[in-house]
Every structure is written in C-alpha cells, then in structure tokens.
C-alpha cells in the first residue's frame, strides 16, 4: 500500500444544468486522520461525498486512492476501494435485528444480496459473518445492543449501530454525513470519543454543522462556500481565516470569532 495520502482529489466540480454545485474543488485526506468538511447550507459539502460514492457524475477532476488515480466510482464500486460511507439519519431496517442490520453492510460490500446469501450461508460462514458484524458493534460501542430490534432503540445507540453497518465492510476510508445531527451535547462528546478511537482503524471524512464537534476531533478542516474550497488547515488556523470569518459565517469578524472561538481545537 502506498505511504500517500488515502484519498486525494484535485480539480473536482460537478454541475446540475446551468449551476455549478462544486467548482475546482481539492482535498487531501491521510491515513488514520480525521477531516472535517464544513460551510453553510448549499456550499457543496454532500455533493463532495455523492461525488466520490458514484451517486453524481463530476464535470470535471481527478481522484485517487492511496496514490492510484483511477476513474470516479459506481457506487457498487465503493467497498471494493475500501469505502464506506453512511447517509443523514441512521437508515436501519425495521424488520431485522442490530447485528443482522450490521451483517446488511458487509452484503453492502459483496454487492449481492443478503436475504438470499443468509439463506445460502453455511453455518460457518454466518457464523464468520457474524463475527464480524460484532465486532464492528464492538467497535462502535454498540455490542450490547446486538439482539435488540431498531424500535428498542434510542437515537443515539441508532447513530451507533449506523457507524457499524459501515464498519463491517473493514473500510479504508470512512465517510461520514452528519454523525452528530440530532444529538445532545452530552451524546456529541461521547460520539467524538468514539471517532477518536475508530481513526486507528480508517481514515474518517466528516460531513458536519457542528463546528465544535469538528473543532474537537478533526486533524485536518476545509471550509466550502459556494461551491468552493475558501479554507483549508489545522481548526484553529480556518477560525481565524478572514475568508472563513466573512464567508462562511455570513458576519462581522468580531462576532465570527466568538463563534468559533467556544469550539474545543
């Protein structure tokens, strides 16, 4: 494996008719890191995420994966290329249990069915399937909750279960789209926790409103606004940015700063 970056982009915009949602957008993500995306409302910041999953067809750009640049993936493409991502909200399937919602991710990364290859399964290979989708709870801290049905659980034990769907696949790289929507402060902290220990395992691309919660986990920070990349660096060099300060926040420098200034770097 290449000692490069885990995923780099260069150059990327995507355009819906005649509006231009990213415009020469850049990122680079290394190893066991974690970066966060951050900008108002319609800077661009999913279409980055549906840009990198096959979900949009860019314009124009570059990616690469561990220093191979190869073609923009299919979506069916991702696990195969070590990533895995998660959608807002927590998406679990009713009718099935935690761990077998969890055992729906590693399907994920087959590309096959997983009601018709559950059926298919030798004991032993549920069995190792199994095994793995506990100890993706595990590593979400979310093994308890294994034999329980989604309704029994609460919204952020969801969020939990949600992350080990995408762990299951052993991805590479891990991209999440607002982890910390709809949680208190208290489940917020824990959660970042969480993230902190699940970086020795993958890289984690954040996708979040939160700009504390970005503050407090992220090695690396890029500011979008318009489409565009305005910042990018260590949290505490993008709150001082002016650029940040006018654009993103949308106010005064002052008034900007002691919003940022509360996040924990």
């Known amino acids: 494996m290449s000692a490069g970056p885990a995923l780099s982009i260069s150059h990327l915009s995507v355009k819906f008719g005649g509006l231009t949602a ?22 661009g910041k999913t279409t980055i995420f549906n840009a990198i999953s096959g979900l949009v067809t860019p314009a124009s750009g570059a990616i690469a994966i561990h220093g191979k640049e190869m073609k923009w993936p299919a979506s069916h493409d991702l696990a ?12 679990l399937f009713s009718g099935l249990s935690v761990i077998e919602n969890v055992m729906m991710g590693a399907n994920h ?6 009601f018709r290859d559950l059926l298919g399964l030798s004991g032993r290979a549920e069995a ?15 093994l ?9 659980l609460t919204y952020p034990e969801s969020k939990r279960v ?10 590479e790289i891990l991209l999440l789209d607002e982890p910390a929507a709809g949680l208190g402060q208290d489940d917020i902290d824990k959660f970042a926790s969480l993230l902190k220990q699940l970086k020795q395992r993958c890289a984690i691309v954040i996708v979040e409103h939160h700009v504390d919660f970005i503050g407090a986990i992220s090695d690396q920070v890029y500011v979008l606004n318009f489409g565009k990349v305005i ?18 926040l949308g106010t005064s420098q002052q008034t900007g700063s002691e919003k940022l200034g509360g996040a924990h770097a």
């Open 128 to 142: 190792k399937l199994r095994r793995r989708a506990s100890d993706a709870l595990a590593w979400a801290g979310a």
């Open 231 to 248: 910042s990018s660096g260590s949290f505490d060099t993008v709150k001082r940015d002016p650029a940040v300060l006018a654009a993103y």
């Open 80 to 91: 195969g290329l070590g990533i895995s991502r998660t959608l807002q909200g927590v998406g």
């Open 162 to 171: 949600s992350i080990a769907r995408a762990l299951v696949s052993q991805p």
């Open 109 to 114: 990364s087959s590309g096959t069915n997983f």
């Open 22 to 43: 990213l415009d020469d957008v850049f990122l680079e993500i290394a190893p066991n890191t974690i970066v966060g995306l951050i900008g108002p409302n319609g800077a």
């Open 144 to 152: 308890d909750l294994a034999e329980k049905m989604p309704g029994e």
